[in-house]
């Protein structure tokens, strides 16, 4: 294969070639498509009950849990006793169910008795929970990562590349991609388009409004919360099926990361979430493309630190006007 | 209603939090009150039993635990000599999830238990360094069978300051052996040249910063392209890096590592991204179980006890209680038995203090071990003599085949 030229020779030891900058790119957004469904969730509860819900990240760590349990239920990677198809696709279906209703529960039990507490109050509660699952998460399954060995599924076939001219990218990448699209459109269409989506909106507008106009509110929260937790679900399975290791701390960085995602696209906004999490996960990925792996953080969180500081309402937010 | 789901479901939080901790308590039913003893002397016994580093540290679980067997039933123990006399051990273990903060409280635990007189750990440089000192505060001696950063036997270092000699031993060579043995072994068996680029990659921690440091100064010395990495252990996308080392023509990639499925993983993304280079992984990489990707290179201290011919029958007794050994346990049997026989010498008259035990470990040296070599210690903590590390190659079929010998 040619190197394709961009500008001169090499960055930082990293060759300014298109096919190397493409191949970044498709890390980055493989990447970044997780850390947008991971965000969606953190926006939607934001969007509607102004919650910062930090027990996300340990929802996803349960959805990439199911996802091995099943995984392992069904012989394990190399045995594996259904066609791949099959297989994957019982992988999302049980982790973004598993994690959906593990949403509802977290939200029936830890949220809504403190619905009308002070504002702090439910970020506590919040916190507690992310304690208490990744707690729990250590003594139900161990400390010790459970490894999805995604390279010895279908005989490795899902890291295999298809070429392009000079552009390669992996099976596993491009179905992440794509997936990862296909569920952020259905969610779009959702909202958009029919009772609940309006309702949800309404919600999010103004909640008491929304409930005076006969909206179920609780229902309303219960769905969203169901659909948020079933994309982090559907994250951590991927999550498995690309880096391969899942551990109780698994959703904390990922956590970090797309709350970050949340906030750089504006925090409450659906498309915000989405844009945000490819954009952190591409600056992470050509931050260790082009400088250094040890600067990926320092980029990362820099990129939040310059929106808080020159845009806090994030891309697609709208600013909040305090009245007097 | 409502209530009463919520008040059962703070009783079932409430239940599962004991249930937890009742088998946490389980675990530490041991744990001894009285003074120091000679009818049976307690020691510490740590490593990380579960999270990433689980599966080397319940393999220098088991050899303790196999150790204070052989020792207390008067079995053969090589390097013990025909005759000595053997004060009874009992032993604490503690998990210390190679996590320096949980070190640092463990190290605690064992401080405040005046029953216990010396311990075998920490595993982990890092938990070394946290822990350490607040051992060497409360006069106990500790060895460790796996930590190997350089500066921790370093009174110039800050490392070293904060342990202090006469405190910190290990029965492992250090990681200026290391260094030296993995550049050369890049040199001349991975094809490296001078001019050519080597990606080298740490996990931001103690163990693998100032390793990957020194094995990256080794080959820059020998005119060798570095891209020195960093990337967090907690962090398993190695995509990006994968690329680089493509994109580079990187000819070998290093990773210094205490979690082996990392080095596995990283080993599998560098192929599909096309690499086509060597890759060699650190000591903390060595686990037959989790790193097997063929072709690969691993360093390790430790030798594979199954190969030692005199091994033989405490190695099979090993595979019959525990099962196969990954090989990175065989030195913690040997610094539980340094411990075992200075607190025997100790009680030559009949009394034992953490003193006493600090001031003979010192002195005991075997004339041959688990290990297949002598040991004992030099005055700043390190091994006498120059045990260097061993290189394995994993087979098609993920054992390990030693391709040079330490």
Known sequence: MHSIQLLGSYFNGAPLTWQYLFSQLVAGLTLGSQYALLALGYSMVYGILKLLNFAHGEVFMIGSYIGYFVLTALGGPISSSVPIVLLIALLFLAGMLGSGLLGVVIERFAYRPLRRATRIAPLISALGVSFFLQQTAAILFGATPKQYNPFSLDGGRLFDRITIGSFAIQYVQLFVILFAGVLMVVLIQLVTRTRMGKAMRATSYDLEAASMMGIDIDRVIVFTFFIGSALAGAAGVMNGLVYSNVYPTVGFNAGLRAFTAAVVGGIGSIPGAMVGGVAIGIAQSLAIGYLSSGYQDVIVFGVLIVFMLIRPSGLFGTPVLQKV | ?406
């Open chain 2, 1 to 406: 209603m409502r209530k009463i789901s919520l008040v059962a479901f703070g009783a079932s939080v409430i239940a599962l939090a004991a249930v937890a901790g009742a088998s946490a308590a389980g675990q530490k039913a041991a744990v001894a009150l009285a003074g120091p003893s000679c009818s049976t002397a307690t020691i510490g016994v740590t490593g990380p039993f579960t999270g990433p580093a689980a599966s080397a540290g319940i393999d220098q679980r088991n050899w303790a635990r196999l150790f204070v067997t052989d020792w207390n039933s008067g079995k053969p123990i090589p390097g013990v000599p025909a005759g000595f006399k053997r004060t009874k051990i009992k032993t604490i273990e503690d998990d210390t999830q190679l996590n320096p903060q949980v070190a640092a409280t463990v190290a605690t635990q064992l401080r405040s238990n005046s029953a216990v007189v010396g311990v075998v750990g920490f595993s982990g440089s890092q938990e070394v360094v946290a822990g350490g000192p607040i051992l060497r505060r409360g006069g106990m001696v500790f060895i460790s069978g796996s930590a190997t950063r350089a500066s921790l036997t370093d009174p110039t270092s800050s490392d070293g300051q904060g342990l202090k000699t006469g405190y910190f031993y290990r029965v492992v060579p250090n990681d200026n052996f290391q260094s030296v043995v993995d550049a050369t072994f890049a040199l001349k068996k991975m094809g490296v040249k001078s001019g050519d680029h080597v990606m080298t990659v740490d996990q931001a921690e103690a163990y693998s910063v100032p390793l990957i440091a020194a094995i990256s100064a080794q080959l820059q010395k020998a005119g060798v392209v570095v891209d020195h990495e960093s990337q967090p252990a907690t962090q398993t996308d190695f995509t990006s890096l994968a690329n680089k080392a493509v994109g580079e023509h990187a000819t070998a990639v290093i990773l210094a590592s205490q979690v082996a499925s990392n080095a596995q993983l990283f080993a599998q993304q560098l192929k599909a991204a096309g690499y086509s280079g060597g890759f060699l992984g650190t000591d903390g990489t060595f686990d037959a179980t989790k790193f097997t990707f063929p072709g690969a290179y691993v360093s390790t201290f430790s030798l594979d006890v199954n190969k030692i011919p005199a091994d033989a029958t405490i190695a099979a007794q090993f595979t019959k209680a525990f099962g196969a050994t990954n090989n990175f346990g065989p030195p913690t049997w040997v610094a539980t038995q340094m411990l075992a026989m200075a607190i025997s010498k100790a009680c030559t008259d009949g009394k034992i203090s953490r003193n006493e035990v600090r001031r003979d470990v010192p002195t005991i040296s075997l004339k041959t071990s688990l290990l297949g070599h002598p040991i004992g210690f030099q005055k700043d903590g390190d091994q006498l003599g120059g045990v260097s590390f061993t290189v394995f190659q994993i087979q098609s079929d993920g054992s390990y085949k030693v391709v040079q010998p330490g």
